[in-house]
């Protein structure tokens, strides 16, 4: 089974500066076939169910405002919040899809300082 | 923009089963998967199995195989999942979710099940 490791586990960043959230496969998620990675990003509220964010590694679902921006290839990933807002704060969860079982990171939390 | 919605909180025996159903609003089946997706309290998300409706594949986390069935009924539209031989540590929210594939666009607002004597 492919582990999905995040960094941090939690996070504090300031109105307006830039969020970095990592995420790690223990192996590749990229489809040579395709050159696609399959690697999601989802932002979860308080009390409510996660949302799509990114997908592919790097597109943007749609809707999803475009401070919210996904990286990397292989094995590592990033997640970018180029200017935080207040609405951002939340856990954010990183997903493989490459195989099955699919499987989450652990979460990262992302507060205001 | 398509919504899935589940059926209501639960509290179940140990040893029990209990079975949450899912529906998409305006739904019908289309080719998109759905998956059964677990959240413990304060805890992350664990993906559970899932089922491609409109042909009836289904595939089980092995953490999970042997006490969960998902399963659709074409007729009314909807996703069933049932677990089996509850414990405690299953008390948890259990989502529905959709997707082209083992991502998930839409999510149910979520089902607590409460596993308590």
């Known amino acids: 089974d492919i582990v999905m490791t995040q960094s941090p586990d939690s996070l504090a960043v300031s109105l307006g500066e830039r969020a970095t959230i990592n995420c790690k496969s223990s192996q590749s998620v990229l489809y040579s076939s395709n050159n696609k990675n399959s690697l999601a990003w989802y932002q979860q509220k308080t009390g409510q169910p996660p949302k799509l964010l990114i997908y592919s590694a790097s597109t943007r679902e749609s809707g999803v405002p475009d401070r919210f921006s996904g990286s990397g290839s292989g094995t590592d990933f990033t997640l970018t919040i180029s200017s935080l807002q207040a609405e951002d704060v939340a856990v954010y969860y990183c997903q493989q899809y490459y195989s099955t079982p699919n499987s989450f990171g652990q979460g990262t939390k992302l507060e205001i300082k | 923009q398509v919504q899935l919605v589940q059926s209501g909180a639960e509290v179940k025996k140990p040893g029990s089963s209990v079975n949450v159903s899912c529906k998409p609003s305006g739904g019908t089946f289309s080719s998109y998967a759905i998956s059964w997706v677990r959240q413990a309290p304060g805890q992350g998300l664990e993906w559970m199995g899932g089922i491609i409706p409109i042909i009836g594949t289904t595939i089980y986390a092995q953490k999970f195989q042997g006490r969960v069935k998902i399963s659709t009924n074409e007729s009314t539209s909807t996703t069933y999942m049932e677990l089996s031989s509850l414990r405690s540590e299953d008390t948890a929210v259990f989502y529905c979710?959709?997707?082209?594939?083992?991502?998930?666009?839409?999510w149910g607002q979520g089902t607590l099940v409460t596993v308590s004597s």
């Open positions: 979710a959709r997707g082209p594939g083992w991502f998930f666009v839409n």
